[in-house]
């Protein structure tokens, strides 16, 4: 009986020699990584320090939905872009461009583009958090830098979320007196029918805006990552 199919093999190049990577392995990569694009970028960048701030100014000033979340959220993401520029320059400088010109494999680029993205992590995060998830990772990393990922990541979010809490507590502390000085002076008059929080409010936003205060928050916001 004549054979109608004739087995084939199938290998997938994966970019391991320094041959230039083709136009599907192009494909598939850009498909993976804007899959996990939006994760990647709320793992690895200053965005989770930038929506609890502003978050928290938002909540300091009595305002429930005021700015809109999708306007935090969009001024967070251009903040996080605008911090991670001279990182993202240099991975695209040191790692991308050279595999997409095959001058280097997928591995080599790899390792490339981790140094910088390791050297901006680790700017951002505790010593305290980072030994902690080397211990939970069974890593024992003679210098930071030497530590792996699947480490460095959980402890950079745990310094997010300190660094964002401490920046929130100062931004309430100015907020929470002016609601105590209006408190009191209502108490003092004898108007307890009125919500202090609703005479406060034109205060708190008047001072806010005298001080310039989103410019303050977010410039605040920019410098602690430098």
Request: no cysteine.
């Amino acid at each position: 009986m004549p054979t109608l199919f004739a087995a084939s093999s199938v290998t997938l190049n994966f970019g391991n020699s320094l041959a230039k990577p083709t136009s599907s392995l192009l494909i598939l990569l850009t498909v993976t990584v804007l899959s996990v694009a939006p994760s990647l970028f709320i793992l690895l960048t200053g965005f989770v320090r930038i929506t609890i701030v502003l978050g928290l100014t938002r909540q300091a000033l009595g305002l429930q939905t005021t700015p809109p979340n999708q306007v935090i959220a969009g001024l967070a993401l251009f903040l996080s872009l605008f911090i991670m520029t001279p990182t993202l320059s240099a991975m695209n400088h040191d790692a991308l461009q050279p595999y997409l010109h095959g001058r280097i494999n997928a591995g080599q680029a790899f390792g490339k583009a981790e140094v910088p993205l390791k050297t901006w992590l680790l700017k951002q995060t505790g010593t305290d958090e980072l030994n902690m998830t080397d211990k939970f990772a069974g890593a024992s990393p003679a210098q930071p830098a030497e530590a792996p990922l699947q480490a460095i990541i959980p402890a950079f979010l745990l310094s997010q979320l300190k660094s964002a809490f401490i920046i929130g507590f100062v931004i309430f502390v100015p907020f929470l007196i002016i609601d105590l000085i209006v408190s009191a002076t209502l108490m003092s008059m004898g108007i307890v029918m009125l919500p202090p929080t609703l005479v406060s409010l034109p205060f708190k936003l008047l001072l806010f805006v005298l001080v310039n205060g989103w410019s303050l928050v977010v410039g605040s916001l920019v410098t602690s990552f430098r």
